[in-house]
């Protein structure tokens, strides 16, 4: 296993039109997370999966945005109508978590991240 | 809500040298954890060093190590010898069980100076 993957590595839309992104995460992991990266800040949490089920979503995601984990597996993060605003690098993490949700940490291993450019 | 504040957006340190990042949070939870990431230009984030705040003793690992003060709330990281490779983009984050996300600082930009 080689890590956290994710495509495309950069995208460039024209505003308006929807975009989606995958994530896979590494095998076994059963949390997998959405952050999101502007130029010269860190990661804002959008989202987390534990297996399929969606726990939590930020402010920030807004009612354009969705993300599914349809089998416990692989992520996708879909923006709809996509504004200039919403260029950014979109990351993606996963983790092994034993615990119930109030577990102790368990490191969170992030891919590459997604490029995002709204033209 | 937690806050991570990093107050140096840009630092720079001669090879072999020792350096240290600055980062102060605000948080009204007892138990929770923090980390340093790092992020090499155009390659992913990896966790550098992590504290638990029930821990007294500082995090070391290898040539990074903490200044943990739990009760000013402040998280330093100390890079010695410092490398060529150490270059990059660094966060200070926060964990806490009950907000079950990492918050992230704006991070650090280090140069390393041959």
């Known amino acids: 296993d080689t890590g956290v993957s994710q495509d495309p590595r950069h995208k460039i839309t024209k505003r308006g039109q929807n975009v989606t992104f995958r994530c896979d995460p590494i095998s076994e992991h059963n949390r997998l997370y959405w952050y999101r990266q502007t130029l010269g800040q860190g990661p804002e949490f959008l989202t987390y999966f534990q297996n399929e089920a969606q726990l939590e979503k930020s402010r920030l995601l807004s009612d354009r945005f969705s993300a599914e984990r349809p089998k416990g597996s692989f992520s996708t993060l879909e923006i709809q109508r996509t504004e200039q605003g919403d260029s950014a690098m979109y990351l993606c993490?996963?983790?092994?978590?034993?615990?119930?949700?109030?577990?102790?940490?368990?490191?969170?291993?992030f891919g590459p991240g997604t490029r995002l450019t709204v033209l | 809500a937690q806050t991570v504040t990093q107050s140096q957006p840009e630092m720079s340190v001669q090879e072999a040298e020792t350096v240290t990042l600055s980062c102060t949070y605000d948080?009204?939870?007892?138990?929770?954890?923090l980390f340093w990431y790092k992020q090499p230009p155009s390659r992913q984030m990896i966790l550098v060093i992590r504290?638990?705040?029930?821990?007294?003793q500082n995090a070391t690992e290898n040539r990074f190590s903490v200044n943990f003060q739990k009760a000013a709330k402040s998280f330093s990281l100390k890079i010695s010898d410092s490398q060529l490779g150490d270059a990059a983009m660094y966060f200070c984050?926060?964990?806490?069980?009950?907000?079950?996300?990492?918050?992230f600082g704006s991070g650090t930009q280090l140069t390393v100076l041959p």
């Open positions: 993490a996963s983790s092994l978590t034993s615990g119930g949700l109030f577990s102790s940490y368990n490191e969170q291993f």
């Open positions: 984050a926060f964990y806490s069980g009950s907000a079950r996300q990492l918050t």
């Open positions: 948080t009204s939870e007892s138990d929770y954890y």
């Open positions: 504290q638990e705040a029930y821990k007294q």
